[in-house]
């Protein structure tokens, strides 16, 4: 067979394919233009959205779409958003330029890190004063300063760990309320900036000897939720940030009184670690939770909360789910539970109670979703705490 020939049924037989793989439905001709796509059909003649021409649309515009998108918090529901995550950055801008400085280079080779790890956690802070900037651009004037915070760890390891819980509930709260802000232009440099926190999260699970990813996806927290835990490591705030502080109520702490330790000195730092999971279905869980009244954070607030109930369910969110496990041995401020079982899918998928987790003390079993997961607030006892499974 001549190579000429070959060559020929080569671009036949391509054709064909390329044929198969257009769009069903979509007009196309391969010869009519010169104008291709990856895909190998021709173009529209023009660049809008009239779907004109004989190839694809090209350009689709959603109904949504600004041309002129002013990226500024014009709501007051924005701007309370945008004012917890900015605290939110400032908490870890402080976190990693403080931990460089609390520990030695030796702290940290000791450890198990190399020069360039070290180096990592230092560009994380880096990012934070990015991200603290844009954030503050876009609330304006009445933008949150930096405060005063408290941290409790004395160890290398305890300070990774604190940190995959801050990014966990920093990255979580940011999910929750991202699709809720009412200018798509500042959610959208939201979400950019939050992306990068999801990547420190991932880190510090690697740099704590934990498996780096256990779930199939993440979870969206409520401002409220993130607030409760936030709040709880700052001392005190400039008198400017009064002019616009957090609104967000701050729950009764909880405090899970046999939460897992996931510091092992048998798991170093490490790309991955296939541990055992720290728990299992059944283990039990006690708990125990403040009082209503109590001062709470920086903004003269006090723990609160709206569940006209008494304390019947322990809520563990974790990816799309809220799962719900009776309380049992209910003493005052005091109960018990079992870690339920269950799948993200009815019958297969990952564990839904796996990483690090949201735990919470309710007053009925409300069913939620992940975008309606603010109802949930009002029925809300205690916490949440962070729940280390794995």
């Known amino acids: 067979m001549s190579i000429k020939l070959l060559l020929t049924l080569f671009a036949t037989s391509t054709l064909h394919l390329l044929v198969q793989a257009a769009p069903w439905g979509v007009k196309y001709s391969f010869f009519k233009r010169g104008k291709f796509d990856a895909f190998g059909w021709t173009l529209p003649n023009e660049t809008s959205n009239d779907g004109k021409g004989d190839g694809p649309m090209f350009n689709p515009i959603p109904s949504t779409f600004n041309p002129n998108p002013v990226y500024r918090a014009e709501t007051e529901f924005d701007v309370d958003?945008?004012?917890?995550?900015l605290h939110q950055e400032y908490l870890e801008l402080d976190l990693f330029n403080w931990a460089l400085v609390k520990f030695s280079e030796k702290d940290f080779t000791d450890y198990g890190l190399s020069r360039d790890e070290i180096h990592l956690i230092s560009f994380?802070?880096?990012?934070?004063?990015?991200?603290?900037?844009?954030?503050s651009n876009m609330i304006g004037e009445n933008a949150a300063k930096p405060c005063k915070y408290r941290y409790n760890f004395n160890t290398v390891g305890e300070f990774?760990?604190?940190s995959q819980r801050v990014t966990r509930y920093g990255e979580s709260g940011v999910y929750g309320f991202l699709p809720l802000l009412?200018?798509?232009a500042v959610a959208q440099i939201l979400l950019q900036a939050i992306s990068t926190e999801a990547r420190q999260q991932f880190a510090f699970r690697q740099l704590s000897g934990l498996f780096p990813v256990t779930q199939w996806f993440e979870t969206g927290a409520t401002q409220a939720m993130q607030w409760t835990l936030l709040s709880q490591n700052?001392?005190?705030c400039p008198p400017s940030n009064f002019r616009k502080p957090v609104v967000f109520p701050i729950y009764p702490r909880l405090n899970i009184t046999n939460n897992p330790n996931p510091i092992d000195p048998n798991h170093k730092p490490a790309i991955a670690s296939n541990r055992t999971a720290l728990t299992a279905p059944g283990r039990r869980v006690t708990m125990n939770w403040q009082d209503l009244g109590v001062p709470a954070g920086p903004y003269n607030q006090v723990t609160s909360s709206n569940a006209k109930g008494g304390p019947k369910f322990a809520a563990w969110l974790s990816q799309y789910n809220v799962t719900y496990s009776p309380l049992e041995n209910i003493r005052g401020q005091y109960a018990e539970t079992a870690q339920p079982d269950?799948?993200?899918?009815?019958?297969?998928g990952a564990e839904i109670i796996n990483g690090t987790i949201f735990l919470m003390v309710t007053d009925t079993d409300l069913f939620v979703t992940p975008a309606n997961l603010s109802l949930i607030n009002d029925h809300i006892v205690a916490g949440p705490a962070l729940y280390v499974s794995g």
Not at 125 to 132: L, M, P
Not at 342 to 348: Q, T
Request: negative net charge; aromatic residues 12%; hydrophobic residues 45%.
């Open 81 to 85: 958003s945008l004012q917890v995550g």
């Open 124 to 135: 994380f802070a880096q990012q934070e004063i990015g991200h603290a900037e844009v954030l």
């Open 160 to 162: 990774f760990d604190f």
């Open 182 to 184: 009412e200018n798509r």
């Open 234 to 236: 700052i001392i005190s």
């Open 342 to 348: 269950g799948m993200i899918f009815k019958n297969h």
